[in-house]
């Protein structure tokens, strides 16, 4: 009777189910919980001290270090970033500092001059209209998921509390559904 409970459990936890008591199984918790603490704070203080990817050093990284996104929001969270980051510096606008928030041109002001290069004055329509494309997906999302998903890959700020995460994800969604991004 007993051999037959041990062996009924062990199904159970090869399927990922839960334990007779109601708990996840361990072996589901061990997936879960894949990062340690420890793991996340050592890949966060190497990325920010130059040894890592830099992008592990970020927000978005951090929640992705910490299984709060998965490879997918992470994906679409870095490619917009790059994309804005490379409107700002095609329009000749500073970087963006991670609490200063828009760092724009002084006053009077204008960017680059692309009447005398053609090649030039296409890639910036080009980046405009990406841009522009991915803004729409965005925005489709809802304004705070926009708002979200903008603050936390453009200027580095904090996501906090389950439904801030809940909305950094549908807008990430949005824009993993606009570029395409599978989740394998």
Known sequence: MKARKIAKLGRQRAKG??????RLSRAV???LDARSPNE??????AALLGMRDPLWGTEIGRLFLGNRIDARHYEAGKRWANLVE????????AALAPRSGLAALPIGARGPDRSQDPTAAARSRRLADALSDARDALDAAGFLESRIVRDCCEQNAPVVGLSEIRRLRDGLDA??????ISSA
């Not at 490379?86 to 606008?93: A, H, I, N, P």
Request: charged letters at 50%.
């Open 29 to 31: 918790k061990a997936e």
């Open 175 to 180: 824009l993993a559904e606009h570029w395409r």
């Open 40 to 45: 996340v704070k050592r890949l966060r203080d």
């Open 86 to 93: 490379s409107w700002r510096r095609d329009q000749g606008l």
């Open 17 to 22: 189910e839960r334990e007779p008591n109601g």
